[in-house]
């Protein structure tokens, strides 16, 4: 069964440092999505990707954050300048249309900033 | 905006016990309801969805009914298992033509004992 991946599982970085998650999601999905939780809190919405360009973002999504779909395959978000409160479970989702149409997720990809 | 709204956990139970987890949610126009499950060490999946009102979304023995005159969406189980031990989260998803973001609940943790 098609699934999405992410890499890594687990990043630790240094405060102020740029960091790179990466997501394959799959390959007949259009819609990309990235989410994040912070332990113990809530799944948080936090930007969405179609046709090579963000077709929503959150508040949270601020200049910091980007996301890019390099290739035909992987889809990335960068964050620039890692702060403490950065320190979350990132998820990556896609889905094969908007709206009614389940998302599948990844198995997340959990970021320590220190 | 749109929320969700779901019952404080940890929910304790007896293998085979009933289980209601309640969720209730606000939202404009017609939304898609989702409950998403996360076991320990891992990503969300999709456990069961409903569309439209009075739709009864069900799978491994979980049922929801789409209830939009109280804008609820409870997940049901008659007998649960140790197995579905896992913080279980309802979501919305609004319909608004495009790509469709996800507004989580807080997450209820189910505890299934022997």
């Known amino acids: 069964e098609p699934e999405v991946t992410q890499t890594p599982s687990h990043q630790v970085t240094q405060m102020g440092q740029e960091v790179i998650l990466r997501c394959v999601p799959i390959?007949?999905?259009?819609?990309f999505y990235w989410y994040r939780q912070i332990l113990g809190q809530k799944v948080e919405f936090l930007v969405s990707?179609?046709?090579?360009?963000?077709?929503?973002k959150s508040e949270i999504f601020d200049d910091q954050f980007s996301v890019e779909r390099p290739d035909g395959s992987n889809f990335t978000l960068k964050i620039r300048s890692t702060k403490l409160e950065d320190s979350a479970m990132y998820f990556c989702a896609s889905s094969t249309r908007g709206e009614r149409y389940e998302q599948y997720f990844g198995p997340g990809t959990r970021l320590t900033v220190t | 905006g749109n929320s969700v709204t779901q019952m404080e956990g940890p929910v304790t139970l007896s293998e085979e016990a009933f289980l209601t987890i309640n969720c209730t949610y606000t939202a404009t126009g017609y939304p898609s309801l989702f409950w998403y499950v996360q076991y320990p060490g891992e990503g969300l999946q999709l456990l069961l969805k409903?569309?439209?009102?009075?739709d009864k979304g069900s799978n491994k023995g979980f049922e929801a009914t789409y209830r939009k005159e109280t804008t609820s969406f409870h997940l049901e189980k008659g007998s649960v298992q140790v197995s579905d031990s896992a913080v279980y989260f309802c979501?919305?998803?609004?319909?608004?033509?495009?790509?469709?973001?996800?507004?989580f609940g807080t997450g209820t943790q189910l505890k299934v004992e022997l």
């Open positions: 390959s007949n999905h259009l819609y």
């Open positions: 979501a919305l998803s609004p319909f608004t033509g495009g790509g469709n973001k996800l507004t």
């Open positions: 990707f179609y046709n090579n360009e963000i077709s929503e």
């Open positions: 409903a569309t439209k009102a009075d």
